[in-house]
């Protein structure tokens, strides 16, 4: 059976759904409940704390780059040993985009109308009190298939200040399910594309045992878990959980049979639910490390450089000599394709934020830069132009963009014509040359 699910969201971003989402994953995984943390959105680094909280890999959900079948399989895959979805939002609520992608605009709300799932509101009410009843008020009615069934007040000053919120929330119809005051110890520390990853945050389990006592302390956890609602069933989709044969392997196809992947603190944003649904479609992976020097398996069909933060290790990069050699050998005989960092890793030259510049592998004609900071970000529908390791050419990958480098030269043949999410043309994107491709699209799934 598909377990019942809640969405945990706010008006906007910085307004502590992180903080309360890993303290009540956390809060429920050591009480026995077998708590399923899903992501709303595009997000390698929340999801990583997520698993770490719950014990549980997270799984995003994205309504404008997932095709229904992929999200459907998600929630099949994801939810058939668990007892219960807490997903956490992105930015605010409401938030999307003007155009529909593959199942919606990308929104958190489009997501809880699709699953069924009340929303637990979130509100930082610092700087207002009875006010804060307005903002809930609002939120409540703003979409008629959106259910808010709950508030938690965040940042309250003192218990005067909890009670005037507290009155203007009840005022609005919604009960308040949790208080948390202001700590400005549980904070998580964080650089340039958000939270540092959660494999690098010093001790991790120490700081999501506090935030579970913290939320434990201060919140109903039984009256939260009490608002989740029935998880609707995906198309086709038995109440036995039993799926289709259509959604089985619903995801991108595996880019060969054996894929080396590099893993490591510079190489870290893939997707969940890429790599599953590689393996269930029978592809092996085949992590490595380049910072520790080392080169992608011999006997592997295609090497896989995902992003991450190669920036911030560019001169470990540049001496990783093993590292190099071996994947010029590998892209003499097999393809070999790099996402966001990964793909600047395959350039001539990154230069670091500091303005020095780092030899990288030289398998394509690029240079780029994070010295000069630009920030690119959103929805990218790519057309592939040359057949790669994502299709062939002539087919359409959902994805997106975020990153702060910029490219200073690129002098191969373009892999992808791109537009965004409104259907601007955002012109060529990404370097071919021979068995090699790469760009700063992070691909989601096939449209």
């Known amino acids: 059976m598909i377990p019942p699910g809640l969405l945990i969201a706010a008006p906007r971003s ?10 009540l994953l956390r809060a429920l995984a050591r ?35 997932m095709r229904p079948a992929l999200l459907d399989s998600l929630i099949h895959q994801a939810g058939s040993d668990a007892e219960l979805f807490i997903g956490e939002a992105l930015m605010g609520l409401f938030d999307g985009v003007v ?45 008629p298939d959106v259910r808010i069934a709950g508030v938690v007040l965040n940042k309250a000053a003192s218990s005067r200040h909890e009670a005037l919120a507290r009155k203007g929330i009840e005022e609005a119809g919604l009960p308040v399910v949790g208080v948390l005051p202001r700590n400005a110890d549980l904070v998580l520390p964080e650089r340039h594309l958000g939270l540092v990853q959660a494999d690098e945050t010093a001790e991790l389990d120490q700081r999501l045992e506090a935030l579970a006592d913290f939320v434990e302390a201060h919140c109903s956890i039984e009256a939260i878990r009490s608002l989740a609602g029935p998880t609707k069933l995906p198309t086709g989709l038995d109440q036995a959980g039993l799926p289709p044969a259509d959604i089985k392997d619903a995801g991108l ?10 893993r490591d603190a510079a190489f870290s944003f893939v997707y969940p639910h890429l790599i599953a649904g590689w393996r269930r479609q029978g592809a092996e992976i085949i992590p490595f490390s380049p910072l520790a020097d080392e080169g992608p398996a011999e006997d592997a069909d295609i090497a896989w450089l995902p992003g991450g933060y190669p920036e911030l290790h560019g001169a470990r990069l540049a001496t990783a000599t093993r590292f190099q050699r071996a994947l010029r050998q590998f892209a003499q005989t097999r393809p070999v394709h790099g996402e966001c960092g990964g793909y600047m890793v395959l350039g001539q030259v990154l230069t670091d934020a500091e303005g020095t510049a780092h030899r990288m592998t030289g398998l394509l004609d690029l240079e780029t830069s994070f010295a000069k900071r630009k920030m690119n970000l959103g929805y990218r529908l790519a057309e592939l132009k040359q057949d790669c390791p994502l299709g062939n050419r002539g087919s359409l990958v959902r994805g997106h963009e975020f990153h702060y480098s910029t490219t200073l030269r690129s002098g191969d043949t373009p892999l992808f014509e791109v537009s965004d999410a409104n259907g601007t043309s955002l012109g060529a994107l990404g370097s071919h040359r021979g068995r090699v491709t790469g760009s700063f699209f992070h691909v989601i799934d096939r449209a």
């Open 99 to 143: 155009s529909d992608g593959a199942s919606g605009d990308g929104s958190s709300s489009g997501l809880a109308a699709r699953q069924g799932w009340p929303v637990l509101l979130v509100l930082d009410i610092s700087g207002q009190s009875q006010s804060a009843g307005a903002v809930a008020k609002g939120f409540a009615s703003f979409r």
């Open 253 to 262: 196809r595996p880019p060969g049979q054996r894929i080396a992947l590099a």
């Open 14 to 23: 910085g307004s502590g759904k992180t903080t309360l989402v890993l303290g």
């Open 31 to 65: 009480s026995g409940i077998a708590v399923q943390p899903m992501k709303c959105g595009p997000d390698y680094i929340d999801p990583g704390f997520h698993a770490a909280a719950a014990a549980r890999v997270s799984y995003n959900l994205d309504s404008w780059a």
